[in-house]
């Protein structure tokens, strides 16, 4: 039992398990945004490793190319995650809200590539569009201003930049105020910084599939209360990525220019199901059983590979060499 205990308060303090596709590219030297301005001059100046490439993501980056422009919104379904990376945190947003995605950007051409602004955990990122789309795990979508907007674009990205060197934090209490953003926050501002308002807030309470999770939405305020010391409650309003009724993706500013067949928009936005339903709080605790599951197993190689890659230990190893092990060993 005492075993088993201590196995418990790893996994829940073993912060990485939360982690997304591109946040294990973070070496364990590096501390603080990987994808801020504080990294950027230290990639450029060839104190931190390469951008890897793999086939995957070179298709991505010519796709990216030859359809992105100036301005674009991009729209994924990502793998954000809450309560030490049981909890999918994504997948709820969109499932509870009727959409595809979860997460939205806005893209810039810099050095003749697109690069997406938007925010995580750690504050607002810059990422090669390539990157960007190793945390995608379901659908794309792109939107773009109409003509007669696109006059706007110089402003809205300049806003990006301007936030990106600022490193306004991340908003983990979805508060409308100007002092912490969150994704879908930063691509609303953006645009409404030169005027242009794409959607209105929507109240948590209307959400359009929450009846199917009556019990997460009970014990959100309570544990929200707990972990930010502020709950968030169903009255709060949000921004959401949308659909084709509601949130950025149904602004009429915006014109599509890739998002997924209409009809899978058409379900998402119109639940079929009437009243309360346990079916979505069931999925969720069934993710989160695999996910403790899969951690439990997979702890002792991450804790390994962890310190392994420290410099400190790298460092001891190296300076105690062949022979101090060897007496090490004699000596045990």
Not at 180 to 206: H, M, N, W
Not at 259 to 276: D, H, I, T, Y
């Amino acid at each position: 039992m005492t075993w088993f205990c201590c196995w418990m308060i790893a996994l829940a303090t073993y912060e990485r398990g939360a982690a997304e596709a591109t946040d294990w590219m973070k070496p364990p030297t590096w501390s603080g945004n990987y994808w801020g301005p504080a990294a950027s001059r230290a990639r450029s100046a060839g104190q931190l490793p390469p951008l890897p490439m793999t086939p995957a993501m070179a298709r991505w980056g010519r796709w990216g190319r030859a359809v992105l422009r100036e301005g674009d919104i991009v729209f994924r379904l990502g793998d954000a995650r809450t309560l030490c990376g049981i909890f999918p945190l994504s997948r709820f947003i969109a499932r509870a809200t009727g959409s595809p995605f979860s997460h939205t950007g806005i893209v810039a051409i810099e050095e003749g590539s697109p690069v997406v602004y938007d925010c995580s955990s750690d504050g607002i990122q810059r990422q090669p569009f390539e990157v960007w789309m190793l945390d995608c795990v379901g659908p794309l979508g792109v939107k773009r201003l109409k003509p007669e907007y696109r006059r706007h674009i110089p402003g809205v990205i300049g806003y990006c930049r301007e936030v990106f060197q600022q490193q306004v934090p991340f908003d983990s209490e979805f508060r409308l105020d100007d002092a912490a953003l969150y994704c879908l926050e930063l691509t609303e501002k953006a645009f409404r910084s030169q005027g242009l308002a794409l959607s209105k807030p929507v109240r948590i309470g209307d959400w359009a599939h929450l009846n199917r999770y009556p019990l997460t939405t009970l014990a959100t305020p309570h544990i929200t209360g707990l972990m930010l010391g502020r709950p968030i409650t169903l009255e709060q309003p949000v921004y959401l990525p949308g659909n084709q009724r509601q949130g950025v993706w149904a602004s009429p500013m915006l014109e599509t220019v890739f998002g997924p067949a209409s009809n899978r928009m058409r379900e998402a936005a119109f639940p079929q199901a009437v009243g309360l339903s346990l079916r979505g709080d069931l999925e969720l605790a069934v993710f989160a059983a695999d996910e403790l599951r899969r951690s439990y197993s997979e702890l002792p190689v991450r804790w390994i590979c962890d310190l392994a890659l420290h410099p400190k230990v790298r460092e001891l190893l190296a300076s105690r060499g062949p022979d101090a092990r060897r007496a090490i060993r004699k000596n045990s």
